[in-house]
T-cell receptor
C-alpha cells in the first residue's frame, strides 16, 4: 500500500467550476499537510500549508484535513484557465521533515 | 530574491557513465532536500541536509548515489555508474523555518535520461 494515494485524473472542468481534489494516507503520524501546484517543466510550488486537522482558506482555495479519516482535500472555486496544472498533495511528520507526495492530479480548466 | 536553481536542466548520458547534478538553494536556507520523480510515479524523497550534515539519507536508492553539501551552501548529487532506472526528474528544495512554517521551495528540476 502506498503511503499517500491520489487519483491521477486527468480532470477537465469548464471555467468557473469548482475543482475538488483529494488524497488519502496511511501514516497517522503525519502532522503537516500541503498542496503544491506544478506547471509543466517547472518545480512544485506551495499553495496551501496546514497543520493538523481543520480547514484553511486562501482566496479561491480551501484546504481541508480530516485526520480521523486520513483524508485531505483541496477545493478551487471559480476555476480559471490559469489554474490548469498538476496538483500534488504532500505531507510530513514534522516541520522540517521529508515530504511524502501523492502522484499528482492533472487539472485542465477549459475557457 | 533568487529561487532554488538547478544545473543542468537536462542531461542525457549512456548507461555506465557518471553524472553530477548541482543545486543552489535560496541564500540562508539551512535545509536542503533532494527528491526524484521517475516516470509515472510520485515524487520520492532522497535525502536531507541541514547545513553540511546529512540529516536523513533514508531515500537514497543505493551506493551509486553520492550527495555532498560542502560548506553548507550548494549541493551536488553524483550518480556513478548510471543505470537505466535512474532516469527521471531530480528536484532540489530548500527551506528555513519562519514563524513555525517550514515551506520547502523547489527548483525546476534536472531531467536525467540514461540510455
Amino acid at each position: 500500500q502506498k503511503e499517500v494515494e491520489q487519483d491521477p485524473g486527468p480532470l477537465s472542468v469548464p471555467e468557473g467550476a469548482i475543482v475538488s481534489l483529494n488524497c488519502t494516507y496511511s501514516n497517522s503520524a503525519f502532522q503537516y499537510f500541503m498542496w503544491y501546484r506544478q506547471y509543466s517543466r517547472k518545480g512544485p510550488e506551495l499553495l496551501m500549508y496546514t497543520y493538523s486537522s481543520g480547514n484553511k482558506e486562501d482566496g479561491r482555495f480551501t484546504a481541508q484535513v480530516d485526520k480521523s479519516s486520513k483524508y485531505i482535500s483541496l477545493f478551487i472555486r471559480d476555476s480559471q484557465p490559469s489554474d490548469s496544472a498538476t496538483y500534488l498533495c504532500a505531507m510530513s511528520l514534522g516541520g522540517d521533515y521529508k515530504l511524502s507526495f501523492g502522484a499528482g492530479t492533472t487539472v485542465t480548466v477549459r475557457a | 530574491e533568487a529561487g532554488v536553481t538547478q544545473f543542468p536542466s537536462h542531461s542525457v548520458i549512456e548507461k555506465g557513465q557518471t553524472v553530477t547534478l548541482r543545486c543552489d538553494p535560496i541564500s540562508g536556507h539551512d535545509n536542503l532536500y533532494w527528491y526524484r520523480r521517475v516516470m509515472g510515479k510520485e515524487i520520492k524523497f532522497l535525502l536531507h541536509f541541514v547545513k553540511e550534515s546529512k540529516q536523513d539519507e533514508s531515500g537514497m536508492p543505493n551506493n551509486r548515489f553520492l550527495a555532498e553539501r560542502t560548506g553548507g551552501t550548494y549541493s551536488t548529487l553524483k550518480v556513478q555508474p548510471a543505470e537505466l532506472e535512474d532516469s527521471g526528474v531530480y528536484f532540489c528544495a530548500s527551506s528555513q523555518e519562519l514563524a513555525g512554517v517550514n515551506e520547502q521551495f523547489f527548483g525546476p528540476g534536472t531531467r536525467l535520461t540514461v540510455l
